[in-house]
């Protein structure tokens, strides 16, 4: 398992300057809507379902190249590139 440390993408991340997804308010998919496994992009601060929901912060991924991403209620931190 890869941690954090060892992932070259966190450390060349550039934090989106909108923080609204700390905000737990802001804790559900933009396309579906749900509470369960949400990701938020570091990138753009995008919030989407997990890939065990509808994948849609995979689908974030694929369309936008952001790589990390952050599990907003575990905090658990992910690298799409690294994974």
């Keep these: ?3 954090m440390d ?3 993408h966190v450390g060349q991340l550039q934090l989106a300057q909108d923080h609204s ?3 737990p308010q802001k ?3 933009v396309d ?5 496994s949400i990701w938020a992009c570091l990138s753009c601060s995008h919030v989407a379902c997990g ?5 849609h912060a995979l689908k ?3 369309e936008s190249s952001h790589p990390v991403a952050l599990e907003v209620n575990d905090m658990y931190v992910f690298c799409y590139l690294c994974d």
Aim: one cysteine or more; hydrophobic letters at 25%; aromatic letters at 12%.
């Design 1 to 3: 398992m890869l941690t």
């Design 6 to 8: 060892k992932c070259k």
């Design 21 to 23: 997804s700390l905000n």
């Design 27 to 29: 804790w559900h998919c």
């Design 32 to 36: 579906c809507n749900t509470t369960e």
């Design 51 to 55: 890939r065990y929901i509808e994948e």
């Design 60 to 62: 974030h991924f694929q």
